[in-house]
């Protein structure tokens, strides 16, 4: 299994990439030099913007060693890969194949994990049947990879998946090595668990995060101490990490003491909030917060 040393890591998607900038400029700019990277449907990489405005992709041998090739330039890696499966949808097997086809092609990058997401846009659908689905697509995509070093990172993403029970039932079923969680730690808590249910959760699947979702939300303290509704006031209280309840030390120590030596990625949703001159300013506070967490 691939292991990276722990590192702050930043979404591509969230990169505030301007006019005449290459995404590299921006990391180059936030002092970063890891990415987590969204791959989509058709193999495209589209947020990572090189100079030439030549879109990368991992389509192919050849896709592969070009990204290669800028990734090396830039001085810069992919700590994991994102794909946006739907896995109970109306297209759940072309979501398979696509899943297999970017794990093969994070082998060849040497990236240690993929993100799947545990979302699906078929909302009239019970827990237990995504689960179902879920449990079934991923044995799937291990038969299909033998031996690849990639890992998959199950994200705690949307009204299901959040869910306690839902989790412990999924990562019973999986018990492969290579199955774990894109542990998010700010999904947990707009899911509506209290403050001290966040940190409980964190800790209890720590054991089994390939991957890390860094984001936080300032609820007031009354709020904060109490169980909510899924996503209360998210919009009005999603935040920067340095401004968010949630304690970075600590989960920082948690994952540590667990054995994670894997990036820390940053996903910092309160960006839309503030005017686009100010959003890689949020960002280098961000970075600067996490840093200091990991000190």
Not at 99 to 108: D, G, L, M, P, S
Request: with cysteine; net charge neutral; glycine share 6%.
């Amino acid at each position: 299994m691939a292991t990276l040393s722990a590192a702050v890591s930043i979404r591509d998607q969230i990169l505030p990439v301007a006019a005449g900038q290459s995404t590299f400029d921006v990391l180059a700019a936030l002092g970063v030099n890891s990415v987590e990277a969204l791959v989509d449907p058709l193999c495209f990489v589209p947020h990572l913007r090189p100079k030439d405005g030549v879109p990368l992709s991992v389509k192919d041998d050849a896709s592969i060693e070009r990204l290669r090739g800028v990734l090396r330039e830039h001085h810069v890696r992919i700590s994991a890969i994102l794909i946006a499966t739907d896995f109970s949808g109306d297209h759940a097997d072309s979501h398979v194949n696509w899943a297999v086809n970017i794990i093969q092609a994070a082998a060849k990058l040497g990236v240690p994990v993929v993100r799947i997401d545990t979302w699906t846009s078929k909302r009239e659908l019970s827990a237990a049947h995504v689960k179902q689905n879920l449990i079934t697509r991923v044995r799937q995509l291990l038969q299909r990879t033998p031996g690849a070093a990639v890992d998959l990172g199950l994200e705690n993403h949307g009204p299901i998946s959040n869910d306690e029970s839902f989790l412990d039932d999924v990562l019973a079923a999986l018990s492969d090595p290579r199955v774990g969680l894109t542990l998010d730690t700010g999904n947990f808590y707009w899911y509506g668990y209290p403050l001290p249910d966040v940190c409980r959760l964190i800790e209890k699947y720590a054991p089994r995060a390939k991957h890390t979702h860094i984001k936080s939300i300032n609820y007031p303290p009354a709020i904060a101490a109490v169980r909510r509704e899924i996503g209360h006031e998210y919009k009005q209280c999603c935040s920067p990490l340095h401004e968010g309840n949630l304690d970075l030390k600590r989960i920082v120590a948690i994952l540590r003491a667990a054995g994670y030596q894997r990036d820390y990625c940053i996903e910092d949703e309160s960006l839309f909030k503030v005017p686009d001159a100010d959003k890689l300013n949020v960002l280098r506070l961000d970075v600067k917060a996490l840093r200091e967490a990991l000190a």
